[in-house]
């Protein structure tokens, strides 16, 4: 499966992105997706992950309450959704997909998919 991800771009502190992770080539209804950020100088790490109906969902500490992972299977398409932004949330943020599992996902090693990345920067 092909991943495209979009939406970035350059947002004041406290604003919001949403960035979309649309899938081609097959469909993902039965594939776990995530997001990944990688931040200049810094690893990739994991910030949210979803399973396959969306029914459960899961993200890293920094990001709860204020990111909203969501998915759109007739879409065939990941949503990321990013509100209240802080000037450290500025990184590359990346979708992911695995057919490996349907389930909740967060180690990059999971996933067998990924997207090009899309650029997010958060001014202060």
């Known amino acids: 499966v092909q991943l495209q991800a979009s939406g970035g771009g350059l947002v004041q502190a406290g604003g919001s992105l949403r960035l979309s992770c649309a899938a081609s080539?097959?469909?993902?209804?039965?594939?776990?997706m995530g997001w990944f950020r990688r931040a200049a100088g810094k690893e990739r790490e994991f910030v949210a992950a979803i399973n396959w109906s969306g029914g459960r969902t899961y993200y890293v500490d920094f990001v709860k309450g204020r990111f909203t992972i969501s998915r759109d299977n007739a879409k065939n398409t990941a949503y990321l959704q990013m509100n209240s932004l802080k000037p450290e949330d500025t990184a590359v943020y990346y979708c992911a997909a695995t057919s490996k599992s349907s389930g909740i996902n967060s180690y990059d090693h999971d996933y067998d998919s990924w997207g090009q990345g899309t650029q997010v920067t958060v001014s202060s």
């Open positions: 080539g097959r469909t993902i209804s039965s594939y776990g």
